[in-house]
């Protein structure tokens, strides 16, 4: 398998808490901010969901809520994934993004597994970082 190094977006994170399922937490998170992808200049929105596993790690599930805008239009996109928590208050993630571009400058996008990695500090301050898996 061939990875290929496809970009890297800087967010903002806000979290919300949603109603727990018994003792374990949901909450929402909105993240938005400025990147790179698929060497196009790009702005990202998303929405996501996690929930807390009785083991400790998080589920989280971007279910078709993720918008990214480029100069020449947009793309949406899906994404799951595995987190936990750091030591220093924040979130590390792992998983696996679809994205379903109108956009010409990111069609490439388009019928490709892209692996990520979410990491998001204590302050909210989230880092991106995509591959394409080929």
Known sequence: MVVEKLGSIQCTSRTK???AEGPL?????T???PGTL???DVQSIATYQGAVRADGFIRGE?????VIMAQDGVATFSATGIGSFTEEGGSSWKGVVYFHAAA???ASLNGVAVAYTWDVDAEGN??????ALK
């Open 38 to 40: 698929a060497g196009v």
């Open 17 to 19: 808490a949603l109603p």
């Open 62 to 66: 971007c279910p078709n809520s993720g």
């Open 25 to 29: 937490p949901r909450f929402e998170v």
């Open 126 to 131: 989230a880092a991106w970082e995509l591959w």
């Open 31 to 33: 993240a938005e901010g």
């Open 104 to 106: 010409p400058s990111l």
